[in-house]
Structures are given as structure tokens and as C-alpha cells.
């Protein structure tokens, strides 16, 4: 019987990029999707304590309900502090999917790029890459650069204007300078390979990194 692997989003947009990448890739699992969209609101008003409960609902119900092995949180915007609780009482694995990512981008330089979508992910993206410089002993340098107009037109359909605002922020933030840049949330994964060529320089994005990092709990538990 194929380990489950439950699949927690906050937005639709991580949905079908998240299952496709890693049926494609891990076959070996099967997969379940939980999805609360209003997580996000929740999340843009600074209401962890709300997010918490209803991601800590959707956890419950992937372990009771559908035997998750472990669970993916693809929401970049969930806090540190809040991802601690939701670890302690869940009773099984969480990965949240950017913490590997994090990792490979202060092993590949000092001065680190962030480009995020949601305002919140950026505050939560800066505190996983200091704890990541933390635990290998390095100080980063990191460059913020928000793209809020690329989100409003991924929910609301229109893909092209979305891939146009980013790769135009991936631009501006390639002129700064930095070592490498980070594609903070899940849904813009699908153009790292075309943001590396016009940045010139590593792009990291979640897919990879975190299937990855999947396997390496599961083989372990």
C-alpha cells in the first residue's frame, strides 16, 4: 500500500501545480488535496491564530480521515511560531514546503533574492532564511521584492499578465545583485527555469527541493 501524502493549501493556485508535480515525479505515493482558500484572508489580516486553527482542522482530517504519513503545507506565509504548534499537535510529519529551499539558497550565497507575490510570505521567508543562515553558522543579505499585482491576476485567471509582473520583478531584482533568488511561493515554480535565464544567475523554487525532502522523512520514519 503506497505511503499517503496530504497536500494542505491556502490557495487554489498551489492545487494543480503542487499534485502534478509530484505525481509526475513520485508515483510511489499517493496523494490527497485540502484546500481552505479563506486561509489566505485570514493570513492577510495577521490572524495567525485563525489560520492555525483551521490549518491545524485540515491536518486532523488528513491523519483521521485519510491515514496521511505525512503532511506538505504549500502555504509560504504560515510563521514560524505558528508552524511549531501545528508540528506539536498534529502527531505525524509536516513539511512546510519552502524550508528546504531555503536551505539550498544560503548554501549558494550570502546575498539572497526574494520575490513573493502575497505580502505576508515576505516576512516569513526572511525569518526561514536567517534560521537556515543560523544553522549553518553564515549571515545573508536579503532583498525583498513584492509583486502583489501578479497574484490579483493569477486568482483571478489571467496567467499571462501574472508571468508578464513577475518575470518583470525577477528583472528588478536580478539588477541588485544578489547571489541567488528564491520564488517564495509554490505557484510561480513553473517559471524558475525562465526567470534563472533572464536573471542570470540560481533560482529556486519549492517543487524540487521539497519532494526531496518528502522522501528523505519518509525513508527515515
Same mark, same amino acid.
Given at each position: 500500500?503506497? @505511503?499517503?501524502?496530504?497536500?494542505? $493549501?491556502?490557495?487554489?493556485?498551489?492545487?494543480?501545480?503542487?499534485?502534478?508535480?509530484? %505525481? =509526475?515525479?513520485? @508515483?510511489?505515493?499517493?496523494?490527497?488535496?485540502?484546500?481552505?482558500?479563506?486561509?489566505?484572508?485570514?493570513?492577510? +489580516?495577521?490572524?495567525? %491564530?485563525?489560520?492555525?486553527?483551521?490549518?491545524?482542522?485540515? #491536518?486532523?482530517?488528513?491523519?483521521?480521515?485519510?491515514? +496521511?504519513?505525512?503532511?506538505?503545507?504549500? *502555504?509560504?506565509?504560515?510563521?514560524?511560531?505558528? #508552524?511549531?504548534? #501545528?508540528?506539536?499537535?498534529?502527531?505525524? &510529519?509536516?513539511? /512546510?514546503?519552502?524550508? @528546504?529551499?531555503?536551505?539550498?539558497?544560503?548554501? !549558494?550565497?550570502?546575498?539572497?533574492?526574494? #520575490?513573493?507575490?502575497? @505580502? &505576508?510570505?515576505?516576512?516569513?521567508?526572511? $525569518?526561514?532564511?536567517?534560521?537556515?543562515? =543560523?544553522?549553518?553558522? /553564515?549571515?545573508?543579505?536579503?532583498?525583498?521584492?513584492?509583486?502583489?499585482?501578479?497574484? /490579483?491576476?493569477?486568482?483571478?485567471?489571467?496567467? !499571462?499578465? $501574472?508571468?508578464? *509582473?513577475?518575470?518583470? %520583478?525577477?528583472?528588478?531584482?536580478?539588477?541588485?545583485?544578489?547571489?541567488?533568488?528564491?520564488?517564495? =511561493?509554490?505557484?510561480?515554480?513553473?517559471? +524558475?527555469?525562465?526567470?534563472?535565464?533572464? +536573471?542570470?544567475?540560481?533560482?529556486?523554487? %519549492?517543487?524540487?527541493?521539497?519532494?526531496?525532502?518528502?522522501?528523505?522523512?519518509?525513508?527515515?520514519?
Amino acid at each position: 500500500m503506497k @505511503p499517503t501524502i496530504a497536500l494542505i $493549501h491556502a490557495s487554489r493556485a498551489a492545487v494543480d501545480l503542487v499534485t502534478v508535480y509530484y %505525481s =509526475q515525479q513520485a @508515483p510511489e505515493y499517493e496523494l490527497v488535496n485540502l484546500l481552505d482558500d479563506g486561509v489566505m484572508r485570514v493570513l492577510g +489580516a495577521e490572524d495567525q %491564530s485563525a489560520a492555525r486553527r483551521r490549518l491545524g482542522a485540515m #491536518l486532523r482530517t488528513a491523519r483521521e480521515e485519510y491515514s +496521511a504519513a505525512l503532511a506538505v503545507l504549500t *502555504c509560504s506565509a504560515v510563521t514560524r511560531e505558528t #508552524l511549531a504548534a #501545528l508540528r506539536e499537535a498534529a502527531g505525524y &510529519p509536516i513539511l /512546510k514546503i519552502d524550508e @528546504p529551499m531555503a536551505r539550498r539558497a544560503v548554501d !549558494a550565497g550570502s546575498r539572497i533574492g526574494v #520575490l513573493a507575490t502575497f @505580502p &505576508p510570505t515576505l516576512a516569513t521567508m526572511r $525569518h526561514l532564511l536567517e534560521d537556515a543562515a =543560523q544553522e549553518c553558522g /553564515k549571515n545573508v543579505e536579503i532583498l525583498e521584492e513584492l509583486a502583489a499585482d501578479a497574484l /490579483k491576476a493569477l486568482l483571478s485567471g489571467d496567467v !499571462a499578465r $501574472h508571468d508578464a *509582473c513577475l518575470l518583470a %520583478s525577477v528583472e528588478r531584482l536580478a539588477a541588485r545583485s544578489p547571489d541567488a533568488i528564491v520564488l517564495a =511561493q509554490v505557484s510561480m515554480a513553473r517559471l +524558475a527555469g525562465e526567470a534563472a535565464r533572464r +536573471a542570470g544567475r540560481p533560482v529556486f523554487s %519549492s517543487l524540487e527541493t521539497s519532494l526531496a525532502e518528502v522522501r528523505r522523512i519518509l525513508a527515515a520514519s
